[in-house]
């Protein structure tokens, strides 16, 4: 099935350092989903990006969705201890319609 | 309050004893699915469900099932639960698959020992 390449697998940054993490397919993504996932949490919806080019932001964090839809990143600026979680991207759809397929996740530290 | 419901939270089970994790919805959702995640793996679908009595396979479907005779409702069944199968197990539902969130479930540590 299609596959969903997410680096860097883990991250350590100190306090106040920025932090991106990139989100990679060989084929054409039709939609991305982002998602944050707190230590012994459970996933919870960041941002979907739909368009070519798209970006988006909240507050610290940058979204950007590839001109050819192939790629995504998720950037956020001066990093807080309350960052520190997992952050998945996302595709639904693809090569099948009912499937969501994510990404294997980045391991943010921020050291304080 | 809108949300996704799991249990149990934790289960310890042995190897070939029958167990089945629930998961039910609030929120009128026509779609749900079971992820599972592991280390270095990320979340992987299990099994989805586009509506009531409509489920495919998704990613590593190989040793569950599920049924979904109501709408709120997708349990996810392990017939003979082999060790392979502990994982931490997320159930997650959204109005649709396309363009809409996915809320989550709170996740059911499995043990299989």
């Known amino acids: 099935g299609q596959q969903v390449m997410q680096i860097p697998q883990y991250q350590h940054v100190q306090e106040g350092e920025d932090f991106t993490t990139y989100c990679n397919s060989s084929?054409?993504?039709?939609?991305i989903q982002w998602y944050k996932q707190r230590p012994g949490g459970h996933p919870v919806f960041l941002i979907q990006l739909v368009k070519s080019g798209e970006v988006k932001k909240q507050k610290r964090l940058t979204f950007q969705f590839g001109e050819a839809k192939k790629n995504s990143s998720l950037h956020i600026t001066a990093t807080q201890t309350t960052d520190v979680g997992t952050y998945f991207c996302g595709q639904a759809g693809g090569t099948s319609y009912g499937k969501l397929t994510f990404g294997q996740g980045t391991i943010l530290t921020v050291h304080p | 309050e809108a949300q996704v419901t799991q249990n149990p939270r934790y289960l310890i089970t042995v190897t070939g004893k029958k167990l089945t994790v629930t998961c039910s919805q609030n929120?009128?959702?026509?779609?749900m699915s079971w992820y599972r995640q592991d280390p270095g793996l990320g979340l992987r679908q299990i099994y989805y469900?586009?509506?009531?009595?409509?489920?495919d396979k998704g990613d590593v479907p190989e040793g569950y099932k599920v049924s979904r005779k109501e709408k709120r409702n997708f349990p996810l069944i392990l017939e003979s639960p082999s060790p392979n199968q502990t994982s931490l197990y997320f159930c997650?539902?959204?109005?649709?698959?396309?363009?809409?969130?996915?809320?989550f479930g709170q996740g059911t540590r499995l043990t299989v020992v």
């Open positions: 469900s586009m509506n009531v009595e409509v489920t």
């Open positions: 929120m009128n959702h026509e779609y």
């Open positions: 997650a539902s959204s109005f649709g698959v396309m363009n809409t969130e996915a809320f």
């Open positions: 084929t054409t993504l039709s939609n």
